[in-house]
């Protein structure tokens, strides 16, 4: 009795030394409740608002972590609680944590998803930055995910082994479908196979023991049952988010591959158009300097053919000869 009564006061002493960092880790995940700083949510239409948004995220999901750190420590201490009002703390602090960390994860669930809001008139590489650091957070995410799950499944088997430990102790010749019931009781089917143990066992006061110890294993058990289950709902949520972000990455690819097509496209045809335009213009002084010639050479036709018909000096040699020739008409008058 005296060492039980020393091993239940040092395990007091360090539930009273460990509370206010529990506690402190609760407070904190309360105030997760209130993801803005200032109460009000970032712009995501901005590249600045964008990026304060995904800093509070990754802050959100940093008091996630520390979170399950925390319940994983607290799951350790019930299944070592060796006083029953150690044993009601620890699962008082369990609950509240675990209800906060539950709010947390679905407020980070909803932001990422709202990081996804389409927003129109951004250029071609701020879009590529948001995708990028939209599945850097989503990643982040999924992994905390994966953590508490491991943490949850980790201690739910623990809890099993331990609600064995306790039947057996009650009724050591129980049969493997005898443990199994009571193991995987989650409605309380199983109190009349523990109870009927009780009053045939000849250790009543450690049977009794054993049946509160495993009442208390199947609460923790469907808590965590509980927390898997919307575990399994975030992962169903984040693998979705991802195909939708797939199927709009994909699509605004697509939609670049179009107007990088329909670019190369427009620029062949102001290359052809170029070309004929420059093409007309070189015809253009071609005929221009054709008719410059044509009209020159019709100019030098016609000036030959005058000076042809109309030699130099013609005139003058007719009006000799008209002078000569009157003097001997009068000499022969």
């Known amino acids: 009795m005296t060492r039980d009564r020393l091993a239940a006061h040092r395990a007091q002493r360090q539930v009273q030394g460990a509370g206010a960092i529990e506690m402190q880790s609760v407070s904190q995940a309360r105030s997760s409740d209130r993801p803005y700083a200032n109460g009000e ?5 901005t590249m600045s608002g964008f ?41 008082s602090r369990l609950a509240e944590l675990t209800n906060a960390t539950r709010t947390l994860s679905n407020e ?32 982040k995410f999924v ?8 943490v949850e499944q980790q201690y739910r088997q623990r809890y099993r082994d331990r609600v064995e ?29 523990f109870l009927q143990a009780i009053s045939s066992s000849n250790r ?56 990088n097509t329909d670019t190369k496209r427009g620029t062949e045809q102001v290359g052809i158009a170029v070309g004929h335009a420059r093409s007309a213009r070189r015809k253009r002084w071609i005929c221009f300097w054709l008719t410059v010639v044509i009209i020159l050479a019709a100019v030098g036709i016609g000036v030959g053919v005058y000076f042809s018909q109309h030699p130099p000096g013609s005139s003058s040699s007719s009006s000799s000869s008209s002078t000569t020739a009157s003097p001997s008409a009068t000499t022969t008058a």
């Open 165 to 193: 430990r306790q039947f057996k102790i009650v009724k050591p010749e129980a049969t493997p479908e005898e443990v199994s019931a009571v193991v995987n009781d989650t409605e309380g089917s199983a109190n009349g196979i």
């Open 51 to 91: 990026y304060a948004e995904v800093t509070s995220i990754q802050e959100a999901i940093s008091q996630f972590n520390a979170n399950i750190a925390t319940i994983s420590d607290l799951h350790a201490r019930s299944l070592n609680a060796l006083s029953e009002q150690e044993s009601e703390s620890n699962a």
């Open 108 to 139: 980070i669930s909803r932001r990422i998803k709202a990081l996804q809001t389409p927003v129109s008139g951004i250029s071609r590489n701020d879009a590529e930055i948001r995708k990028n650091r939209i599945t850097l957070v989503h990643g």
């Open 143 to 150: 992994e905390a995910l994966q953590r508490y799950q491991t």
């Open 204 to 259: 009543y006061g450690e049977s009794r023991q054993a049946y509160r110890e495993v009442q208390e294993r199947h609460q923790d058990i469907q808590r965590i049952e509980h927390t898997l289950a919307e575990l399994a709902q975030l992962f169903n949520d984040m693998a979705t988010l991802i195909e939708q972000q797939q199927e709009k990455v994909d699509n605004i690819e697509t939609r670049a591959a179009e107007v």
């Open 41 to 45: 949510p970032n712009d995501i239409s």
